[in-house]
């Protein structure tokens, strides 16, 4: 079935370090690919999505690009903040095939000052 | 503007007692779901409803029962609580599964089974 990979953590990075955490999926369709973030006590909250092949989503300065010829969503920025601190959730669907969406186990992202 | 509204928030149960999670969106959305989020393996669905009357089984339903009588409401019932359900469930609506696909989450609710 359709699944997601993502890059284990946690990561640590010093303010204003460039980040990327990877992410690679399985899919029979044409899913639709997203990142969601997940904020201490809160729960999830979309940060970007990608409908279809070589779409850029973009939000709050994070990028991602969908990659069909790589399966892949990395999520990208160029300089993080302390703010930035979270864990992050790559995830698919494709909702003509399963009514759901799939996760990744997400990465937790740490940002010092 | 509450969103999705999930309690309680916090529940300590002995194995074999029932209980109910309840959550209610005010966004007027057909699909609702609901998910548990475990260390190391991500959200997995345990139900999900596409409108109210039509419920369907997720990726690990075993121990779990919803139902849908009204369009805001999903509540999630366990009859007979084990230790492997001890973990944070979030309920999650979406105003369309194909045209926007994302999904509005409730805060969570933390569930211990002793």
């Known amino acids: 079935g359709d699944s997601v990979t993502q890059m284990e953590g946690p990561v640590t990075l010093s303010e204003e370090a460039c980040l990327t955490i990877?992410?690679?999926?399985?899919?029979?369709?044409?899913?639709?690919l997203f990142w969601y973030v997940q904020y201490p006590g809160e729960g999830l909250q979309l940060l970007l999505k990608?409908?279809?092949?070589?779409d850029k989503g973009s939000n709050k300065g994070f990028e991602a690009t969908y990659r069909k010829e790589t399966t892949s969503f990395h999520l990208e920025k160029g300089s993080v903040q302390v703010s930035d601190s979270a864990v992050y959730f790559c995830?698919?669907?494709?909702?003509?095939?399963?009514?759901?969406?799939?996760f990744g186990a997400g990465t937790r992202l740490t940002v010092k000052p | 503007n509450a969103g999705v509204t999930q309690t309680p928030k916090f529940q300590v149960l002995k194995t074999g007692q029932s209980m109910t999670l309840q959550c209610a969106q005010d966004?007027?959305?057909?699909?609702m779901s609901w998910y548990r989020q475990d260390p190391g393996m991500g959200l997995r669905l345990i139900h999900y409803?596409?409108?109210?009357?039509?419920?369907d089984q997720g990726e690990v339903p075993n121990g779990y029962n919803v139902s849908r009588s009204t369009t805001e409401d999903f509540p999630l019932r366990l009859l007979s609580a084990a230790p492997s359900q001890t973990s944070v469930y979030f309920c999650?609506?979406?105003?369309?599964?194909?045209?926007?696909?994302?999904?509005?989450f409730g805060e969570g609710s933390r569930l211990t089974v002793l």
């Open positions: 990608a409908t279809k092949a070589d």
């Open positions: 990877n992410c690679t999926y399985t899919a029979t369709g044409y899913p639709s």
């Open positions: 995830a698919l669907s494709d909702w003509y095939n399963n009514n759901d969406m799939r």
């Open positions: 409803s596409v409108g109210a009357g039509i419920t």
């Open positions: 999650a609506s979406s105003y369309s599964l194909v045209v926007t696909g994302e999904l509005f």
């Open positions: 966004m007027n959305h057909e699909y």
